[in-house]
């Protein structure tokens, strides 16, 4: 597997509460993404970035905020816990734009009480 | 905006050839992707293939691409049980982005 490692891999929060995934890369890629995985859904693009500092939202950006100050790490925040963020996160990454793979990480699943 | 669609579930029988589809709306996708994803697992690349192709080979895989209707296929040839996963169609978007299906869920019988 890629160097990609997230943390926590296992979290349940109560409602209204902050919560922080991290996402940690030993490849020097430059793009990362943040997916969420619900049933009958697929992955959904939360946030990517396409470098230190560069991010944009993706598809299902409302409730969380993410912030990449270093190249290996890319963080995800959920300011106020819903229970609709209750889901399993990925996070990804991408040497390039446009002609590589993405490698995953384990996921984190995130309960929300 | 960007957009793909697959069916949900497929049913086959061990040994036979099973065959996932996939459409996308973006028409400047460069690259299409097809995971895999093995229960409790994160997804890993089984195969893609770059726009300008119609086809490509891995394999027992086979990937077809129809840029015209936008249509994407995979298939795979003599499945077996350890096949049993849910396979994700994926595009890179024009905008570095990569746009998921909601994934097939491929079960096998004996």
């Known amino acids: 597997d890629a160097g990609i490692t997230q943390s926590p891999r296992h979290k349940v929060t109560e409602t209204g509460t902050p919560v922080t995934l991290r996402c940690h890369q030993t490849?020097?890629?430059?793009?990362m993404y943040w997916y969420r995985q619900d049933p009958g859904h697929g992955l959904r693009l939360i946030h990517y970035?396409?470098?230190?500092?560069?991010?944009d939202k993706g598809e299902v950006s409302d409730g969380y905020s993410v912030s990449r100050s270093k190249t290996e790490d890319f963080l995800l925040t959920l300011e106020s816990a819903t229970s609709s963020q209750t889901s399993v996160y990925f996070c990804?990454?991408?040497?390039?734009?446009?002609?590589?793979?993405?490698?995953f990480g384990q996921g984190t699943r995130l309960t929300v009480v | 905006g960007e957009d793909v669609e697959q069916s949900l579930f497929l049913s086959v029988r061990e040994g036979d050839s099973s065959v996932i589809n996939c459409t996308y709306t973006d028409s400047s996708s460069t690259y299409l992707y097809w995971y895999k994803q093995e229960p409790g697992a994160g997804l890993q690349l089984l195969t893609y293939?770059?726009?300008?192709?119609d086809m490509k080979q891995d394999q027992r895989l086979t990937v077809l691409l129809n840029k015209k209707d936008k249509h994407l296929s995979l298939r795979i040839a003599d499945t077996q049980t350890g096949d049993s996963a849910i396979y994700f169609c994926a595009e890179r978007s024009s905008a570095s982005k990569i746009i998921f299906g909601s994934g097939t869920r491929l079960s096998i019988r004996p």
């Open positions: 970035s396409y470098g230190v500092k560069d991010t």
């Open positions: 990804a990454i991408s040497e390039s734009g446009g002609d590589t793979e993405a490698f």
């Open positions: 293939i770059f726009s300008n192709m």
């Open positions: 490849e020097n890629h430059r793009y």
